[in-house]
């Protein structure tokens, strides 16, 4: 089974829809992100929970906010989607060990707004 | 603030050549370094980093990357490319102060096509 999950992993929804993307994680990892990834941009960090009271905007975070429900869910809404938000949105995981930090993904919702 | 660069949108190399793909760093101090791979349709998978210590790091995959600290490049080779290599790679920078890779910045990806 897939250590980081994400659903679903598709969704095409309208203008003006509230949208709800979930991340759930086995790998007991406190650190939790979302990214969202556009054609020729990379990805862009969203929001960043360090634990379950810790919630941090990222660099994109209008438009977006975000629910830490458990150490392992982490979730992603857009309120009122807009065409612009069509993209590839990713969660990943990390744990801070021996000073080092490394992120691990999951396999990405794909989300269109019509 | 920290900002990667990827020179290249696109590299084409035949199967068996080798490959060597350029990640440029800006950053004020050593930052934590990292390559991920994303296959079509798929999430990103960890390649390698580096923390510290020897700047030729090994990675999965057979790739392997070189950390120069004169240069600001973290750059990615492999001496035989395969067809199955052929993905979009991207280049990621953390700053160390704050625990590494809570915060990285991507650079834009490289898309490899592999002839056979």
């Known amino acids: 089974d897939a250590d980081v999950t994400q659903t679903p992993r598709n969704r095409i929804t309208k203008t003006g829809k509230r949208i709800m993307l979930e991340c759930s994680q086995t790998?007991?990892?406190?650190?939790m992100y979302w990214y969202r990834q556009d054609p020729g941009l990379g990805l862009r960090l969203i929001y960043y929970?360090?634990?379950?009271?810790?919630?941090n905007k990222g660099e994109i975070s209008d438009g977006y906010s975000v629910s830490r429900q458990a150490q392992a869910k982490f979730s992603l809404s857009l309120e009122s989607a807009i065409p612009n938000q069509t993209a590839l949105y990713f969660c990943?995981?990390?744990?801070?060990?021996?000073?080092?930090?490394?992120?691990?993904f999951g396999p990405g919702t794909r989300l269109t707004v019509l | 603030a920290q900002s990667v660069t990827q020179p290249d949108i696109h590299i084409t190399v035949s199967e068996g050549a080798s490959l060597e793909l350029r990640c440029n760093y800006s950053?004020?101090?050593?930052?934590?370094l990292f390559w991920y791979v994303q296959s079509p349709g798929q999430g990103l998978q960890l390649l390698l980093k580096?923390?510290?210590?020897?700047?030729l790091v090994q990675g999965i995959k057979g790739f392997e990357a070189e950390f120069k600290r004169s240069q600001s490049s973290f750059n990615l080779r492999k001496p035989s490319v395969h067809w199955s290599d052929a993905a979009e790679y991207f280049c990621?920078?953390?700053?160390?102060?704050?625990?590494?890779?809570?915060?990285?910045?991507f650079g834009t990806g490289t898309q490899l096509k592999v002839e056979l």
């Open positions: 990943a995981t990390s744990v801070r060990l021996a000073g080092t930090d490394t992120q691990y």
């Open positions: 790998k007991g990892h406190d650190r």
């Open positions: 929970s360090f634990d379950v009271k810790d919630i």
């Open positions: 950053y004020g101090a050593t930052p934590y």
């Open positions: 580096y923390f510290s210590g020897d700047t």
């Open positions: 990621a920078v953390g700053p160390i102060l704050t625990g590494g890779g809570n915060k990285l910045t």
